[in-house]
């Protein structure tokens, strides 16, 4: 359904924010306009709730989380950046690998972040991380297409050069 993924992400920080143990930590949303893309609203929900609770579980008190919502020609893009414990390249290559966790004392199951990988696909999207390494935060930018069009991708994009073409 044509879901307001700025209303979403605003819901799912408020829920969030709430939480006793994520208090001290900052959250900003740059976007205010309205953002709408054709998606699974419960499982965009999930995905950015897997995003933001790894943001905080990152930081330290007092940390800060700005997420952005930048509308593409074809995509959104929703971009999250911490200024939490950053990682490596070799975690940030096995990040989205099942029960991969990097969380001390092993609190997590490590399925947060491959479900998000999963829904992500699912919607025909992307979703990179990048981090200049330990320390230094991370950045996770999702990219999905505005309309979900399941058909394959060859006939939408014959439909596209042929419409710019005529």
Do not use: W
């Not at 070799?90 to 989205?96: A, D, G, R």
């Amino acid at each position: 359904a044509v879901t307001n993924l700025t209303d979403l992400t605003k819901e799912v920080v408020s829920m969030i924010s709430h939480l006793s143990k994520f208090r001290d930590r900052n959250i900003e949303i740059l976007t205010n306009d309205p953002i709408y893309a054709e998606v699974n609203a419960s499982e965009m929900k999930q995905v950015v709730l897997n995003l933001v609770s790894n943001a905080l579980e990152a930081m330290s008190s007092g940390g800060h989380l700005q997420i952005e919502l930048m509308p593409l020609k074809r995509n959104v893009d929703l971009i999250f950046r911490d200024d939490g414990c950053g990682m490596t390249p070799e975690v940030q290559q096995q990040l989205f690998d099942p029960f991969f966790t990097q969380r001390q004392g092993g609190g997590g199951t490590g399925l947060g972040l491959s479900i998000t990988h999963r829904i992500v696909e699912d919607h025909h999207g992307s979703i990179e991380v990048s981090s200049e390494g330990p320390g230094k935060g991370s950045t996770f930018r999702v990219r999905i297409p505005i309309s979900a069009n399941h058909e394959n991708g060859e006939q939408s994009y014959l439909e596209e050069t042929s419409y710019y073409a005529a």
